[in-house]
Nanobody, 113 residues
Framework: QVQLVESGGGLVQPGGSLRLSCVVS????????MGWYRQAPGKLREFVAL???????NYANSVRGRFTISRDNAKNTMYLQMNSLKPEDTAVYYC???????WGQGTQVTVSS
């Protein structure tokens, strides 16, 4: 069974940056499509970004141009670089690999002054 562990969340001021990491267990990391989702209080979980096994990426309109998803197959790790953070980015962020099948425990991101 695939296990995923997120890290890198925290409290940041508006306009600041954070980088989330997601370490994925197992030997099949390189063939997974994977991604990030988030869930704000009182809201449904929503898609943030995905990266295919071949490195193709896609983003939610709300984060495009501010967030960058990447992966390091040698380290079994996926990243989400978040820049120009806004209060509305506040949420618990979850990684998923294979996409939509296995999930991490989540990491809290709070954007507030």
């Amino acid at each position: 069974q695939v296990q995923l562990v997120e890290s890198g969340g925290g409290l940041v001021q508006p306009g600041g940056s954070l980088r989330l990491s997601c370490v994925v267990s197992g030997s099949s990391f390189s063939i997974y499509n994977m991604g990030w989702y988030r869930q704000a209080p009182g809201k449904l979980r929503e898609f943030v970004a995905l990266i295919s096994s071949g490195g193709l990426t896609n983003y939610a309109n709300s984060v495009r141009g501010r967030f960058t998803i990447s992966r390091d197959n040698a380290k079994n790790t996926m990243y989400l670089q978040m820049n120009s953070l806004k209060p509305e980015d506040t949420a618990v962020y979850y990684c998923s690999a294979p996409l939509g099948q296995s999930w991490g425990q989540g990491t809290q991101v709070t954007v507030s002054s």
